[in-house]
């Protein structure tokens, strides 16, 4: 029997995860697979022991948390030199890495298509020497999630940070960027700035044309000139107004960008504190592989 090494975070989300561990074994079983759990603690220390014994009879890592989970756990890989395949059970706020996979947010049938499914290569952004899958970020939205109680981001979801965003607006203060690429500049002042190789930050889609295979990192400026300019475009977002960028927003596609700042801020990958500026930033095609769930095959031949 082939072996998963299952990872889980206990405090992700609304804590769920603890309620499914037994039907979520029961089914990889079913499937005839041979479950290996560890549960993530979160010290002081990089827990590099959840991989201790992976070796080529491991299938796949089966990862239940968010978005900053499913980071740790790649950059633990990455450390290590560790190619498994990853799939991913959504089980954080909004996990946005998830959705880009396709998995469905109800754990059995994630399962169960997870199992169904095909391993596909997927980019990675590295920002210095830190990995990302979904998002970098520095700015309003930034601060938020960082700020955000966890039990408040539990209850209220994604909520929590539009909301969170919007009542920091009368005293953010922009900042003063620089960014340099082969594909596109920019200089000037910045609300917020992204750096996807996903789509989506708090499941609000920014980046309407990334695609996570295409050896690209899609750069997202909202400048914030004027307050009436930055309200609209925050709510050209939260209404999905997908296939074009509105006033006030600088787009464009690169593999490599470096990243200035004229003050001390903050930045933010997955989720998670990133690293301070200047910061460089590449598009590694290929770099991991990922298990995209399919349509359970009997529901797809029947049409349903």
């Known amino acids: 029997m082939q072996k998963v090494r299952f990872i889980y975070n206990p405090k992700s989300g609304e804590t769920v995860i603890s309620e499914w561990l037994d039907h979520i074994i029961e089914i990889y079983q079913g499937h005839g697979y041979t479950v290996v759990p560890y549960r993530l603690c979160f010290g002081d220390t990089e827990e590099?022991?959840?991989?201790?014994?992976?070796?080529?009879?491991?299938?796949h890592a089966l990862i239940a948390g968010g978005d900053g989970t499913v980071n740790y756990v790649v950059n633990v890989m990455k450390r290590r030199g560790l190619d498994v395949p990853v799939a991913v059970l959504p089980t954080g706020t909004a996990n946005d890495f998830a959705h880009v996979l396709g998995v469905?947010?109800?754990?059995?049938?994630?399962?169960?298509?997870?199992?169904?499914?095909?391993?596909?290569?997927?980019?990675?952004?590295?920002?210095?020497?830190?990995?990302?899958?979904?998002v970098f970020s520095c700015g309003l939205f930034t601060d938020v999630s960082q700020?955000?109680?966890?039990?408040?981001?539990?209850?209220?979801?994604?909520?929590?940070?539009?909301?969170?965003g919007l009542g920091e607006l009368p005293n953010f203060r922009k900042?003063?960027?620089?960014?340099?690429?082969?594909?596109?500049?920019?200089?000037?002042?910045?609300?917020?700035?992204?750096?996807?190789?996903?789509?989506?930050?708090?499941?609000?889609?920014?980046?309407?044309?990334?695609?996570?295979?295409?050896?690209l990192l899609d750069v997202i400026v909202i400048k914030g000139d004027s307050p009436i300019e930055t309200i609209r475009t925050i709510f050209h977002f939260i209404k999905r107004n997908n296939g074009s960028y509105p006033p006030g927003v600088v787009y464009f596609k690169s593999d490599d960008v470096t990243l200035y700042s004229y003050s001390e801020e903050s930045t933010d990958i997955d989720g998670q504190p990133g690293p301070r500026f200047p910061v460089h930033i590449t598009c590694e095609a290929g770099a991991l592989r990922v298990i995209c769930p399919v349509a359970d095959r009997r529901k797809k031949r029947s049409g349903k």
């Not at 049938?109 to 596909?120: D, H, Q, S, Y």
């Not at 996903?198 to 695609?211: D, K, P």
């Open 104 to 134: 469905p947010s109800d754990l059995a049938k994630a399962c169960r298509r997870i199992l169904n499914g095909e391993i596909r290569t997927m980019d990675l952004g590295r920002a210095n020497d830190e990995y990302f899958v979904n």
């Open 175 to 215: 900042m003063h960027i620089s960014i340099e690429s082969a594909h596109g500049n920019y200089e000037g002042s910045s609300l917020i700035f992204f750096v996807f190789n996903g789509r989506t930050a708090g499941q609000m889609r920014f980046a309407y044309l990334s695609e996570p295979d295409d050896g």
């Open 48 to 59: 590099t022991d959840m991989f201790d014994g992976v070796d080529q009879s491991y299938h």
């Open 147 to 164: 700020k955000t109680p966890t039990i408040l981001k539990n209850t209220f979801g994604k909520l929590a940070y539009y909301f969170g």
